[in-house]
């Protein structure tokens, strides 16, 4: 539970340091967009309620299974968008992801760095 809590911290702290990172705010704007118009696509397009379409567009860009077998696209529409959105969609997120993660590396050097300092990080 503490590691928990402490790699929670530590995410935290590099979301932090990413926000004042060049067009960070617009990458994870874009990623937070896409999930909103995948959420909102699904939900009206198949009549699923909202967490479904949420479940289903996270799913969906993360490229994990979705493991309720009611959860079944049926329009060809809502098919052809999904293919639109994965081609859009993991490379925004990917991109999202790598910048968060070269802020935890910076963030996790930075703390490193105030422990040999006997700084308190």
Do not use: C
Not at 20 to 30: H, K, T, Y
């Amino acid at each position: 539970m503490i590691s928990a809590v402490l790699m929670f911290h530590r995410v935290v702290k590099a979301f932090r340091y990413a926000i004042q990172e060049d067009e960070f705010l617009n990458v994870f704007g874009a990623a937070v967009a896409l999930v909103i118009v995948g959420t909102v696509a699904y939900t009206l397009g198949e009549g699923w309620n909202v967490v479904d379409g949420l479940y289903f567009a996270v799913a969906t860009l993360t490229t994990t299974s979705v493991s309720d077998p009611h959860l079944v696209l049926t329009d060809d529409w809502l098919k052809v968008f999904t293919v639109l959105y994965l081609l859009v969609g993991i490379g925004i997120l990917v991109e999202t992801l790598r910048r968060l993660g070269a802020a935890f590396v910076v963030v996790r050097a930075q703390e490193e760095a105030a422990k040999k300092s006997g700084k308190p990080g």
